[in-house]
């Protein structure tokens, strides 16, 4: 497939990397409090611990940075799933060592399973936090039962993770119940509201007449910045699925807003007279949507008057986008009640729909165990006990959930630098030498921890740094209860490290890994075809069971579009001969990407009237119409698909898409005098789909040229 060439210009690296540094550190609503949380929880737990010398202390205050939350409902249910992972997780290995300690071969092959599963469980883990919890109580328990001595002694050692991970949860639970009288505002709604008063700003200043450079530093700035932090807030919420696909919908159109007057500013936009007239409705416009937003109303269409002129259509694009953030609310009613009711229980599930059909999770697991299992026999093979820490952070490095390979290395290897090395070492050399107290450690304790804290809140792009460097600073620093100021165990921890992250990137990155633009071609692509399968259902005459399948598909297609973006994120991070290219892509699929999401939510709404749900029942000459259409539009969708993998000819035709059939059937079913109830929701519903999809296949179809 070619493209035109991009309109996007590839920035040097180190000058990038600098500003996208500087905007990932910038405070923000509530982060303050979240960092101070953490630390004090990390702090309490490292104090208590090395009084009483409590062993694994550097799970425990690792443990307090992973189950920390921006709300106290969320934090204090990643405590209970702690206890209950962590308990069940140290019950089965026990359980396994007791089978097959004494036979080396069969002690050998369980390890090696039990990689496996821990890896295969943070790929497909509904509860992320269970994944994660379960993967470090395998790091932290093989290597015990690997030591020559009595079972009872790795029994006890073993339960220890347990006491560790009891005292983390206490603290932690007390220190949020502490903060828990303090009110605090949704943090998703704050970053959409100041992203849209940033482009009202703006256009109030073109439309007046005004200088646009604060303003256009201030859109400059946030479009760098992008729209992963909010989709980590939404990933953290504990708010409805519904809620949480609709806000992610309209958190990606708004990042678009964003992007577009970015451009305006970047191109020195001059408005004519006839954009001076308009501006002023643009920017109405949005205040009313952030307004409405900001109260938690679905934001009510607001009809923009007048037309562009030739030479502004990024304004074009701009009322194209504020179309599509009117209607990504579905209802018509308060956002609240999307919001979950204390009465419903959840389903629960353990696994992702796909998690056995998909064959990336097994290739996941696959090279994860891989790598760990490598490391596990040169450190016994070499006799080598003190590097075990490479099994760790083997199965800790996998914990991203960023997108690209490339991505992942350079974060870890900041991380480790970071951690390891600046602090870890640097604090061996330079400063526990002059410590004799645990107060003194503290005094250099805080400071470390509220560092990678502050690095942890901040976006996916980034916080993994701050978890890593945790990660290495603990297991130099807390692994015993004493200030050795001997270099040889923070040698031997070090070079654990290194070892694993050699492993994972010898292993797990190469192995079935792709660049980080292939990648999202690929996501955005399986996300059209997943999207033209959800249009044809149901399959299935049994409701329940069309319910069912709908519900899974949706929730696979949600997580596709999550992946599209965190790919589009990680293309950012490589560099090569392909990354304009990849840019270019990366541009056209963020414009494209907010009009298919909404063409999802549009979708499963009208879901409702296949089925025939109560309300939403048609006369059957609409039904059939309908039918038709959505066999329609699920051919294109899968033929734009093709075009994107280069699987059709350029310039092939489409399949034909209008709504024209559905109108006349609409007439017809009027004339005859048939039940017109729902029937005028429906036709608006279907314009707004036919709308999208027509623009979307245009702008796939003249980009594939």
């Not at 250099?444 to 993994?464: C, G, H, K």
């Not at 209860?481 to 290194?498: C, K, N, Q, V």
């Not at 909404?598 to 309908?626: D, W, Y």
């Not at 051919?635 to 310039?651: H, N, W, Y």
């Amino acid at each position: 497939m070619a493209f035109p060439q991009s309109v996007e210009r590839a920035q040097r690296p180190l000058p990038w990397f600098w500003k996208f540094l500087q905007e990932e550190l910038t405070p923000y609503p509530g982060r303050i409090e979240t960092v101070a949380r953490m630390v004090i929880a990390a702090t309490l737990v490292m104090i208590i611990g090395m009084t009483y010398r409590l062993s694994f202390t550097f799970l425990g205050a690792l443990f307090t940075l992973l189950i920390s939350r921006e709300t106290t409902r969320s934090t204090l249910e990643s405590a209970r799933t702690m206890v209950l992972t962590i308990a069940l997780g140290t019950l089965c290995l026990i359980i396994i060592a007791w089978f097959v300690i004494s036979v080396p071969l069969l002690h050998f092959l369980s390890t090696v399973a039990l990689f496996f599963v821990a890896f295969f469980a943070l790929r497909t883990f509904v509860n992320y936090i269970s994944a994660t919890l379960f993967a470090i109580v395998v790091a932290v328990a093989v290597p015990l039962w690997d030591r020559h001595v009595p079972a009872e002694t790795n029994v006890e050692d073993t339960l220890r993770i347990m006491l560790i991970t009891l005292v983390a949860v206490v603290i932690t639970a007390a220190v949020e119940l502490l903060f828990s009288h303090r009110k605090r505002e949704d943090p998703v709604l704050q970053l959409i509201g100041e992203r849209l008063d940033a482009v009202r700003s703006l256009l109030v200043s073109y439309a007046e007449g005004d200088a646009v450079d604060p303003a256009g530093k201030r859109i400059a700035r946030l479009a760098l910045l992008g729209t992963s932090l909010v989709r980590r807030f939404l990933r953290r919420s504990d708010q409805s699925l519904r809620y949480r696909t609709e806000m992610d919908t309209v958190a990606s159109l708004v990042g678009r807003l964003v992007d577009i007057a970015a451009e305006l500013v970047r191109l020195g936009f001059e408005p004519s007279d006839a954009d001076r007239e308009e501006l002023p409705s643009l920017a109405a416009s949005i205040g009313a949507i952030r307004n409405d937003l900001m109260g938690r109303r679905c934001p009510a269409p607001v009809p923009i008057a007048g037309e562009v002129s030739q030479g502004s259509p990024l304004l074009q694009e701009m009322r194209n986008v504020l179309a599509l953030i009117s209607k990504a609310c579905t209802g018509t009613q308060s956002m609240d009640q999307y919001l979950p009711r204390p009465e419903a229980a959840p389903r629960l599930r353990l696994f992702v729909p796909d998690a056995f059909v998909n064959p990336v999770h097994f290739q996941f697991a696959v090279r994860g165990c891989i790598a760990a299992s490598a490391c596990y026999m040169i450190y016994n093979a070499l006799a080598y006990p003190g590097i075990s820490t490479s099994v760790t952070t083997c199965l800790l490095t996998a914990l991203s959930t960023v997108g690209a390979s490339r991505q992942k290395q350079i974060l870890r290897l900041a991380g480790f630098l970071l951690g390891g090395v600046v602090l870890g070492l640097g604090s061996q050399i330079f400063i526990l030498p002059h410590l004799s107290s645990i107060g003194g450690f503290t005094l250099l304790f805080i400071p470390v921890t509220a560092i990678s804290s502050w690095i942890m809140t901040s976006s996916p792009r980034l916080s993994y740094v701050g978890l890593q460097a945790a990660l290495a600073f603990y297991l130099i620093n807390l692994m015993e209860f004493s200030f050795d100021t001997s270099l040889y165990p923070a040698r031997d921890r070090l070079i654990g490290i290194m070892l694993g992250f050699f492993a994972m990137w010898l292993v797990f990155d190469q192995f079935w890994a792709a660049p980080a633009g292939v990648e999202m071609k690929a996501a955005f692509t399986s996300g059209l075809r997943l999207l033209a399968q959800l249009t044809r259902e149901p399959v299935s005459a049994d409701p329940r069971e069309a319910i069912g399948r709908s519900y899974a598909l949706g929730e696979t297609i949600n997580a596709r579009f999550n992946q599209v973006r965190s790919l589009a994120d990680a293309v950012l991070f490589e560099f090569g001969p392909t990354r304009r290219r990849d840019l270019t892509m990366r541009q056209y699929i963020r414009r494209w990407q907010p009009q298919l999401r909404s063409l999802f939510l549009m979708r499963i709404t009208s879901f409702k009237f296949r089925l025939r749900l109560p309300g939403h029942e048609l006369p059957e000459i609409v039904r059939a119409a309908q039918q038709t259409y959505d066999e329609r539009t699920a051919t294109v969708l899968d033929e734009l698909a093709d075009r994107l993998d280069g699987k059709s000819t350029p310039g092939s035709e489409m399949a034909a898409i209008g709504i024209g059939a559905i109108e006349q059937a609409e007439e017809s079913s009027r004339a005859v005098g048939e039940q017109q109830e729902h029937l005028d929701a429906f036709m608006n519903l279907f314009r707004h789909i036919d709308e999208v999809i027509t623009s979307l296949a245009e702008q796939i179809t003249a980009a594939s040229v």
